[in-house]
């Protein structure tokens, strides 16, 4: 049985054409597995990469960026959830994704692990 929403302007309207929010959700999903991909990958690959820096203590390093990272991915859903609310999801998810090229690009740049700590 289909319901009818209302809308904004106090009207009815009909339920949403798979065939308009479809691709749009799935871009938003290709979006999401992208930037969890990215932060997934960085986990086991990080004690590696300090070690190869000479980091003293990788491990510590590593324990920190990485809790550093979830702490931001927790706050910075939420933040970016009330700016979907108020600007529109599809301007936020361009703007996560501008985002994520520019400090995944600096993440690849980092020389020592207090500048990947500090992003």
Known sequence: RRVAM???????????????WLPRESAA?????ADYFG???LT???P???ADLGTPRPELWTGAIVSAQFAAVVLGNYAWGQVADRLGALWALRATMVGDALFFSLSAAAAS?????AQ
């Open 39 to 41: 932060l997934a990958v």
């Open 6 to 20: 209302p809308a904004a302007s106090g009207g009815a309207r009909a339920p949403r054409d798979p065939q308009r």
């Open 44 to 46: 086991p690959t990080l």
């Open 29 to 33: 999903l290709a979006c999401c597995f």
């Open 113 to 117: 692990p207090g500048l990947l700590l």
């Open 48 to 50: 590696f990469y300090l």
